[in-house]
Nanobody, 122 residues
Framework: QVQVVESGGGLVQAGGSLRLSCRASGSPLNTYGTGWFRQTPGKEREGVACINWSTGSIYYANAVKGRFTISRDIAKNTMYMQMNSLRPEDTAMYYC???????????????WGQGTQVTVSS
């Protein structure tokens, strides 16, 4: 059983930056893929970025390429996402997920956190 807890959300002006953290407990993540998803009311949850903890392979959604950077700290069992050049359309609840034997967790599979709100004002 893996528990993941997100932190780092907040209110920021357009063009600003935030760093999200996802701390995992219960198991080392060396056989897992972890990722960030986001959701706004009335819309489906969308994948933002994900990373394979074994290979280091990374995936980004087109909407965030060049602005967001996903990373992991193996010693701390923690995933991060540095978000730069934030836009109002990045406003959403951001969720962390972990799923074994994959690079990108599937929606509805694996272990999910409660989310952290990111709000970007124009």
């Amino acid at each position: 059983q893996v528990q993941v807890v997100e932190s780092g959300g907040g209110l920021v002006q357009a063009g600003g930056s935030l760093r999200l953290s996802c701390r995992a407990s219960g198991s080392p993540l060396n056989t897992y893929g972890t990722g960030w998803f986001r959701q706004t009311p009335g819309k489906e949850r969308e994948g933002v970025a994900c990373i394979n903890w074994s290979t280091g392979s990374i995936y980004y959604a087109n909407a965030v390429k060049g602005r967001f950077t996903i990373s992991r700290d193996i010693a701390k069992n923690t995933m991060y996402m540095q978000m730069n050049s934030l836009r109002p359309e990045d406003t959403a609840m951001y969720y962390c997920a972990a799923e074994r034997w994959t690079t990108c967790p599937r929606a509805g599979a694996g272990y999910w956190g409660q989310g952290t709100q990111v709000t970007v004002s124009s």
